[in-house]
Protein backbone atom coordinates (compact mmCIF):
# COMPACT_ATOMS: atom_id res chain seq x y z
CA UNK A 1 0.00 0.00 0.00
CA UNK A 2 2.72 2.07 1.19
CA UNK A 3 4.46 1.91 -2.56
CA UNK A 4 0.87 2.48 -3.82
CA UNK A 5 0.12 5.44 -2.27
CA UNK A 6 3.21 6.62 -3.38
CA UNK A 7 3.80 9.77 -0.31
CA UNK A 8 5.66 12.72 -1.81
CA UNK A 9 6.71 15.94 0.60
CA UNK A 10 4.09 18.31 0.39
CA UNK A 11 1.05 16.09 -0.03
CA UNK A 12 -1.81 16.38 2.57
CA UNK A 13 -2.81 13.07 3.69
CA UNK A 14 -5.71 11.73 5.21
CA UNK A 15 -5.00 8.04 6.89
CA UNK A 16 -8.67 6.72 7.93
CA UNK A 17 -9.17 4.73 10.42
CA UNK A 18 -5.51 4.74 11.60
CA UNK A 19 -5.87 2.48 14.25
CA UNK A 20 -2.67 2.38 16.09
CA UNK A 21 -0.77 4.81 13.86
CA UNK A 22 1.66 2.59 12.12
CA UNK A 23 1.02 3.04 8.78
CA UNK A 24 0.47 6.64 9.55
CA UNK A 25 4.33 7.02 10.73
CA UNK A 26 5.38 4.43 8.03
CA UNK A 27 3.41 7.80 5.51
CA UNK A 28 5.45 10.52 7.28
CA UNK A 29 8.81 8.56 7.38
CA UNK A 30 8.66 8.15 3.84
CA UNK A 31 7.75 11.93 3.60
CA UNK A 32 9.06 13.85 5.86
CA UNK A 33 7.42 17.31 4.55
CA UNK A 34 4.08 15.89 4.59
CA UNK A 35 1.24 16.53 6.22
CA UNK A 36 -0.36 13.28 7.57
CA UNK A 37 -3.80 13.07 9.94
CA UNK A 38 -4.41 10.06 11.46
CA UNK A 39 -8.28 9.69 12.09
CA UNK A 40 -9.93 7.14 14.17
CA UNK A 41 -12.93 6.76 16.79
CA UNK A 42 -10.91 5.52 19.52
CA UNK A 43 -9.22 7.37 22.13
CA UNK A 44 -7.32 4.70 23.42
CA UNK A 45 -5.79 3.84 19.84
CA UNK A 46 -5.31 7.49 19.33
CA UNK A 47 -3.41 7.99 22.60
CA UNK A 48 -1.15 4.96 21.63
CA UNK A 49 -0.86 6.23 18.13
CA UNK A 50 0.36 9.43 19.81
CA UNK A 51 2.81 7.55 21.76
CA UNK A 52 4.45 6.23 19.30
CA UNK A 53 4.81 8.72 17.00
CA UNK A 54 6.32 10.99 19.73
CA UNK A 55 8.70 8.05 20.49
CA UNK A 56 9.54 8.07 16.96
CA UNK A 57 10.16 12.04 16.59
CA UNK A 58 7.55 12.32 14.45
CA UNK A 59 5.07 15.10 14.03
CA UNK A 60 1.31 13.68 12.96
CA UNK A 61 -2.12 15.39 13.45
CA UNK A 62 -4.33 13.02 15.29
CA UNK A 63 -8.32 13.43 14.82
CA UNK A 64 -11.33 11.39 16.63
CA UNK A 65 -13.53 10.57 14.19
CA UNK A 66 -15.57 7.83 12.14
CA UNK A 67 -14.88 7.35 8.31
CA UNK A 68 -18.06 9.05 7.92
CA UNK A 69 -17.00 12.20 9.26
CA UNK A 70 -13.56 12.37 6.91
CA UNK A 71 -15.04 15.04 4.67
CA UNK A 72 -15.03 16.74 7.94
CA UNK A 73 -11.76 17.87 7.93
CA UNK A 74 -11.73 19.52 4.62
CA UNK A 75 -12.02 18.92 1.24
CA UNK A 76 -8.04 19.67 0.24
CA UNK A 77 -6.05 16.20 0.87
CA UNK A 78 -4.09 15.06 -2.10
CA UNK A 79 -4.57 11.62 -0.65
CA UNK A 80 -7.03 9.45 1.42
CA UNK A 81 -6.12 6.17 2.89
CA UNK A 82 -7.79 3.59 4.58
CA UNK A 83 -6.19 -0.52 5.86
CA UNK A 84 -8.48 -2.87 6.71
CA UNK A 85 -11.21 -0.76 7.86
CA UNK A 86 -14.42 -1.58 6.10
CA UNK A 87 -14.40 -5.53 6.62
CA UNK A 88 -15.64 -4.48 10.00
CA UNK A 89 -18.56 -1.59 9.57
CA UNK A 90 -21.86 -2.29 8.38
CA UNK A 91 -23.49 -2.02 4.84
CA UNK A 92 -24.29 1.82 5.15
CA UNK A 93 -21.50 2.82 6.71
CA UNK A 94 -19.48 1.18 4.06
CA UNK A 95 -20.98 3.56 2.01
CA UNK A 96 -21.19 6.81 4.05
CA UNK A 97 -17.07 6.29 4.72
CA UNK A 98 -16.04 5.45 1.52
CA UNK A 99 -17.92 8.71 0.36
CA UNK A 100 -17.07 10.98 2.87
CA UNK A 101 -12.98 9.85 1.80
CA UNK A 102 -14.05 10.76 -1.42
CA UNK A 103 -15.26 14.28 -0.11
CA UNK A 104 -12.22 14.48 1.89
CA UNK A 105 -9.63 14.65 -0.82
CA UNK A 106 -9.94 17.38 -3.77
CA UNK A 107 -10.63 17.02 -7.07
CA UNK A 108 -7.68 14.68 -8.97
CA UNK A 109 -7.10 13.49 -5.53
CA UNK A 110 -6.80 10.09 -4.87
CA UNK A 111 -8.59 7.59 -2.62
CA UNK A 112 -6.68 3.91 -1.82
CA UNK A 113 -8.36 1.23 0.28
CA UNK A 114 -6.76 -1.96 1.11
CA UNK A 115 -9.31 -4.41 2.53
CA UNK A 116 -10.84 -7.35 2.35
CA UNK A 117 -13.07 -7.73 -1.01
CA UNK A 118 -14.06 -10.47 -3.26
CA UNK A 119 -12.33 -13.59 -2.35
CA UNK A 120 -11.67 -15.10 -5.82
CA UNK A 121 -10.97 -18.33 -5.28
CA UNK A 122 -12.60 -21.57 -2.88
CA UNK A 123 -9.01 -21.20 -0.79
CA UNK A 124 -9.33 -17.96 -0.30
CA UNK A 125 -13.22 -17.93 1.09
CA UNK A 126 -12.19 -20.98 3.59
CA UNK A 127 -9.72 -18.86 4.67
CA UNK A 128 -11.64 -15.60 5.35
CA UNK A 129 -14.46 -17.68 6.47
CA UNK A 130 -12.15 -19.82 8.94
CA UNK A 131 -10.80 -16.29 10.20
CA UNK A 132 -11.66 -13.26 9.53
CA UNK A 133 -15.53 -13.69 9.58
CA UNK A 134 -14.83 -16.38 12.72
CA UNK A 135 -13.55 -12.64 14.29
CA UNK A 136 -15.28 -9.78 12.72
CA UNK A 137 -18.89 -11.65 12.20
CA UNK A 138 -20.53 -12.24 8.96
CA UNK A 139 -23.41 -9.32 8.83
CA UNK A 140 -20.72 -6.83 8.05
CA UNK A 141 -18.01 -8.63 6.62
CA UNK A 142 -19.91 -10.58 3.51
CA UNK A 143 -20.77 -7.46 1.63
CA UNK A 144 -16.83 -7.56 1.01
CA UNK A 145 -16.59 -10.75 0.45
CA UNK A 146 -19.39 -10.22 -2.62
CA UNK A 147 -17.51 -7.34 -3.70
CA UNK A 148 -19.37 -4.42 -1.89
CA UNK A 149 -16.43 -2.08 -2.03
CA UNK A 150 -15.65 -2.79 -5.89
CA UNK A 151 -19.72 -2.32 -5.75
CA UNK A 152 -19.18 1.47 -4.07
CA UNK A 153 -16.08 2.88 -5.80
CA UNK A 154 -17.97 2.05 -9.36
CA UNK A 155 -21.10 4.37 -8.25
CA UNK A 156 -19.25 6.67 -6.66
CA UNK A 157 -16.67 6.65 -9.72
CA UNK A 158 -19.13 6.13 -12.44
CA UNK A 159 -16.75 3.54 -13.52
CA UNK A 160 -15.39 -0.29 -12.85
CA UNK A 161 -13.30 0.41 -10.09
CA UNK A 162 -11.26 -3.18 -9.97
CA UNK A 163 -8.31 -4.16 -7.69
CA UNK A 164 -4.90 -2.63 -8.33
CA UNK A 165 -3.06 -5.53 -6.62
CA UNK A 166 -4.49 -8.57 -4.65
CA UNK A 167 -2.38 -10.42 -2.00
CA UNK A 168 -3.02 -13.92 -0.59
CA UNK A 169 -2.81 -13.75 3.29
CA UNK A 170 -3.28 -16.81 5.41
CA UNK A 171 -6.54 -14.91 6.07
CA UNK A 172 -8.00 -14.48 2.71
CA UNK A 173 -7.55 -12.20 -0.17
CA UNK A 174 -6.54 -8.06 0.96
CA UNK A 175 -7.27 -6.27 -2.39
CA UNK A 176 -5.80 -2.74 -2.96
CA UNK A 177 -7.79 -0.08 -4.44
CA UNK A 178 -6.86 3.08 -6.06
CA UNK A 179 -9.12 5.32 -7.38
CA UNK A 180 -9.53 9.19 -8.43
CA UNK A 181 -12.04 11.69 -7.55
CA UNK A 182 -13.12 14.04 -10.88
CA UNK A 183 -15.29 16.54 -11.28
CA UNK A 184 -18.36 13.81 -11.14
CA UNK A 185 -17.65 11.86 -8.28
CA UNK A 186 -21.20 11.28 -6.83
CA UNK A 187 -20.78 10.98 -2.92
CA UNK A 188 -24.60 9.40 -2.83
Known amino acids: MLRQLAPQN ?4 LDVGCGTGSFAIMLK ?4 EARIIGLD ?5 LA ?3 GKARAAGIEIEWRKGYASQAADLGGGFDKSVSSLVFHQVPLAGKREGIAAKFQAVRPGGQV ?3 DYAVQRNKLMRALFRMTVQLVDGVADTQPN ?9 SDLTGEKT ?4 IIWTPTGAIS ?4 TRTDTTSFA
Do not use: K, N
Open 10 to 13: GDSI
Open 29 to 32: RAAP
Open 41 to 45: PDPAV
Open 48 to 50: IAA
Open 112 to 114: HIA
Open 145 to 153: ADGMIETIL
Open 162 to 165: PAEH
Open 176 to 179: LFQA
